[in-house]
Every structure is written in structure tokens, then in C-alpha cells.
């Protein structure tokens, strides 16, 4: 199954972009909890301060999660069938727009090659909520973004704790925000399964490291850009909470 430019929302500056989607297991997402190496060490020194393996990942990391959910994003605009679905895909859209403009603008500055696709278990959430129609496409939707965003929440706030990068400290401040806004207009959609979600944020099926890394560009292949969206005027800082799901 093939995904167009057209419904991507996005613009390719060089070479086509073809999304090879590999349905996969519900999420076991990026690996930042556990990471292997020594993501302490400083792989280079940047004008805004040493960067680390953790810093590297992070931003490459950041800029993975936009090539999914922003395309999943637009298919929740399109085929949502609630306003607060259709909100949320709004919201991952603008959101990751964001996020990827800021990817693309300090990845040069701190040498780091950003990829043009996501990971192949990330393209298989696409393909797994893309082969739902009607009420299970939104429950499947916003239940497997829950659960990737409930698991990127506490990375990014290790990262905005320990790193001595400005420019990675910064990405990881907007990161908070647009994720906290994300898991918020999710949980406004009312379909949020709590019970799984905490179990498989928790406790992920683990997968082989190819299968959640996302694969570098190829030589001379341009940047991949999230196309934005001012038109859907759109807000994604200081989101106002959901109610406590306690009494549902």
C-alpha cells in the first residue's frame, strides 16, 4: 500500500518518497527508555555546547515520529468521524509541522544527518489504523498514538534535564508542550482505553533494533519537508486538561 504525496501533506524537495508499511504488534516505541550504547558520550562540540549520543538520537527521534503522525495526523482530519477526532489530527498536524521545522533547522548546525523516512514499526501503525474504517479506525487511531506519546512524554523531559545543548534543550521544550497537547486533545476524544494504555506503555513487546530504528537518507537525497499549516489555526502549547478519567 502506497501513501500519496498528495495525502501526505508534504513536499519533497528531491526524489520520490515511497512509505513501505509493515503492520506490527501494538507499539514498543523508539527504544529511548533503554537505548544501547553510551548515549552520555559526546559525540561532538557544537557552538551551543557539547552534544551527546542522547542528544543526537533525541532530535533524530523527534523528526522520526513527524514522518508518521503527521500523515496519520491528516487521515484522522480526513476520516475521523467526530469533531474531536478531526481536532486531534489538526493538532498532530500543526504540532509536527513544528516540531519538524525546528528538527531542520539546528540538525545542521549540530551535524546531524536526519532521516526522510520513519521507522518501519512506525509505518506500520500507519498501515494498521489506514486498514480500519468507521468507529474502529478513531479507536485504534488515538489508543496507538496514546500510548507512542505516553512513552516519548518521560524521554523528553531526561533529555530537557540532562542535556548541556541549548538548541536539543530547546527542541526538547517544544517536544513537552506539543506532546502534552497531543495526549490532551487525544483524551478529549473520549476513546481512550486507560487500562491498555498503562499496560502497554509499561510494558512494551520488544522488537529488533532495525524494526524501530528509522532508516538514514540515501546520498544525495534532500530533506523531507512537513508541509505547515497556518490555514488550520491551530494552538498546540499550554493545552487545557482533560478530566480525570477516575470516575468513567
Same mark, same amino acid.
Given at each position: 500500500?502506497?501513501?500519496?504525496?498528495?495525502?501526505?501533506?508534504?513536499?519533497?524537495?528531491?526524489?520520490?518518497?515511497?512509505?513501505?508499511?509493515?503492520?506490527?504488534?501494538f507499539?514498543?516505541?523508539?527504544g529511548?527508555?533503554?537505548?544501547?550504547?553510551?548515549?552520555?558520550?559526546?559525540?561532538?562540540?557544537?557552538?551551543?555546547?557539547?552534544?551527546?549520543?542522547?542528544?543526537?538520537?533525541f532530535?533524530?527521534?523527534?523528526?522520526?515520529?513527524?514522518?508518521?503522525?503527521?500523515?496519520?495526523?491528516?487521515?484522522?482530519?480526513?476520516?475521523?468521524t467526530?469533531?474531536?477526532?478531526?481536532t486531534?489530527?489538526?493538532?498532530?498536524?500543526v504540532?509536527h509541522?513544528?516540531?519538524?521545522?525546528?528538527?531542520?533547522?539546528?540538525?545542521?548546525?549540530?551535524?546531524?544527518?536526519?532521516?526522510?523516512?520513519?521507522? %518501519?514499526?512506525?509505518?506500520?501503525?500507519?498501515?494498521?489504523v489506514?486498514?480500519?474504517?468507521?468507529?474502529?479506525?478513531?479507536?485504534?487511531?488515538v489508543?496507538?498514538?496514546?500510548?507512542?506519546?505516553?512513552?516519548?512524554?518521560?524521554?523528553?523531559?531526561?533529555?530537557?534535564?540532562?542535556?548541556k545543548?541549548?538548541l536539543?534543550?530547546?527542541l526538547?521544550?517544544?517536544?513537552?508542550?506539543?506532546?502534552l497537547?497531543?495526549?490532551?486533545?487525544?483524551?478529549?476524544?473520549?476513546l481512550?482505553?486507560?487500562?491498555?494504555?498503562?499496560?502497554?506503555?509499561?510494558?512494551?513487546?520488544k522488537?529488533?533494533?532495525?524494526?524501530?530504528? %528509522?532508516?538514514?537518507?540515501?546520498?544525495?537525497?534532500?530533506?523531507?519537508?512537513?508541509?505547515p499549516?497556518p490555514?488550520?489555526?491551530?494552538n498546540t502549547?499550554?493545552?487545557? %486538561?482533560?478530566?480525570?478519567?477516575?470516575?468513567?
Amino acid at each position: 500500500m502506497r501513501l500519496s504525496r498528495s495525502r501526505i501533506g508534504v513536499v519533497v524537495l528531491f526524489g520520490a518518497m515511497t512509505l513501505t508499511l509493515t503492520a506490527l504488534a501494538f507499539p514498543a516505541v523508539l527504544g529511548l527508555d533503554k537505548p544501547d550504547g553510551n548515549q552520555d558520550r559526546v559525540v561532538a562540540s557544537t557552538k551551543s555546547g557539547p552534544l551527546t549520543e542522547a542528544d543526537r538520537d533525541f532530535v533524530v527521534k523527534v523528526r522520526a515520529a513527524g514522518l508518521w503522525e503527521y500523515p496519520l495526523g491528516e487521515m484522522v482530519m480526513e476520516r475521523g468521524t467526530t469533531k474531536a477526532m478531526k481536532t486531534a489530527g489538526e493538532h498532530l498536524v500543526v504540532g509536527h509541522a513544528g516540531l519538524d521545522a525546528m528538527c531542520r533547522e539546528i540538525a545542521p548546525e549540530l551535524g546531524i544527518t536526519l532521516p526522510n523516512r520513519a521507522s %518501519p514499526q512506525q509505518e506500520g501503525f500507519v498501515a494498521t489504523v489506514d486498514a480500519k474504517t468507521g468507529k474502529e479506525f478513531d479507536s485504534s487511531a488515538v489508543n496507538i498514538m496514546r500510548v507512542t506519546h505516553g512513552q516519548i512524554f518521560p524521554a523528553i523531559a531526561k533529555i530537557r534535564a540532562s542535556t548541556k545543548n541549548t538548541l536539543v534543550r530547546q527542541l526538547a521544550d517544544l517536544a513537552n508542550d506539543t506532546v502534552l497537547d497531543h495526549i490532551t486533545v487525544l483524551e478529549k476524544t473520549g476513546l481512550v482505553e486507560y487500562d491498555q494504555v498503562t499496560f502497554n506503555q509499561t510494558g512494551p513487546a520488544k522488537l529488533p533494533r532495525e524494526k524501530v530504528t %528509522p532508516p538514514p537518507p540515501q546520498p544525495g537525497e534532500q530533506v523531507l519537508v512537513l508541509k505547515p499549516r497556518p490555514d488550520l489555526n491551530v494552538n498546540t502549547a499550554s493545552p487545557t %486538561p482533560t478530566p480525570s478519567p477516575a470516575g468513567s
